[in-house]
């Protein structure tokens, strides 16, 4: 199982290059049954990175192209009268996949970001009175770009606590972006990119990682982290209880990944910035992003003994 997984990290770091780091956070995150927030500047391979997971995975992937205009309907779908039946027909829209990149999302208005609230949390969606079953696995990537360009509605922070991570791929070392410029599109490469896996196996994997065990010491660990940020004045709030669960669901994928069956303190280091880098906030600036210092706070002040 472990070597079917090496494989397929292979295989995406072979189409984006140099982002080791956060593609092993990203398989992480499907591995935890989460969602993941891509947050970086147009071109950096946010788009690649998402249809590479998909392909590799095995899983089908729909892309959404969030733009003022957008309204519900168009991503969850919508019912069309057909004259042969004499009756509504409902159409699904591209929600109905089992990864779903929403790109862009913070170009949409908060009307529309909102439609992926109940589907990214209780893997259904409501239409019409109606109650529709989401494919399982089901995995959301949206892609926003930073909140000072134009044009952007920033996502309000329950819409963000919804995302088990959040991630940035950067600027790619000189390296790299040589092989890349020399090496021609990744939309070449991706042609060439056959699954390893399918949804299937996929769900047998999930369902691994969800027996990987904790002990008491680890749980009281991540309580620690948890509390630190509900009593120390540099916080605006603390962790939720949804929080501390993404915490420890997210440490156990890591160390699935990793080849054990239990988690140790450094798997929870390891997925700590991208798992709570967006739910914190400084007190003295709550509107600001110093999720990332409070993050390195955590790290140095609280052991994990």
Known sequence: MLSELEACLTRINAVLLGKEAQVRLAVTCLLARGHLLLEDLPGMGKTTLSHTLARVMGLAFQRIQFTSDLLPGDILGTSVFDRDSGRFVFHPGPIFAELVLADEINRATPKSQSALLEAMEEGQVTIEGATRPLPDPFFVIATQNP?????????????????LMRLSLGYPAREAEKALLMGGTRRDALAHVEPLLDHTRLREIQAEVARVRVSDALADYVLRLVEATRTQPQFAWGLSPRGSLALLAAARAWAFLDGRDYVIPEDVQAVLPAVVGHRLRERADPTGLGGGTLVQWLLREVPPL
């Open 147 to 163: 909140a000072n360009q134009g044009g952007t509605f920033a996502l309000p922070e329950s819409q963000l606590d919804r995302f």
